[in-house]
């Protein structure tokens, strides 16, 4: 963040102060150029936040699923196994 400021500040005070520094300008002062870069720069920025945090929900719905899965399994081997057994013992011809 204080490096694309700094960018920024780089880029204006020449532009604004080229009597003073002798320094001939590059950009008039409306900073066309200037507004094109930072423009596109958010426009790439947004983008990849966006597609982040599409990335980020969909594992955190894989995570969901796979814990649900997770719960499920255990449950069948704690609970569901034993009465199994009990049933199919209590039940035996033996």
């Known amino acids: 963040m204080y490096s694309i ?3 920024i500040a780089l880029w204006i005070t020449p532009n604004i102060l080229p009597r003073r520094f002798g320094i001939p300008r590059f950009d008039p002062a409306s900073f066309y ?3 094109f870069g930072v423009g596109t720069a ?12 599409n990335q980020q929900e969909k594992l955190a719905e894989q995570e969901d699923k796979d ?3 997770w719960k499920t399994e255990k ?10 057994r009990i049933t199919t013992n209590a039940f035996s011809l033996n």
Do not use: D
């Open 42 to 53: 958010s426009l790439l920025m947004t983008a990849g936040v966006l597609i982040k945090q």
């Open 67 to 69: 814990s649900v899965v």
């Open 33 to 35: 150029s200037l507004q």
């Open 75 to 84: 449950y069948n081997t704690e609970v569901e196994a034993p009465i199994f």
């Open 5 to 7: 400021l700094l960018v």
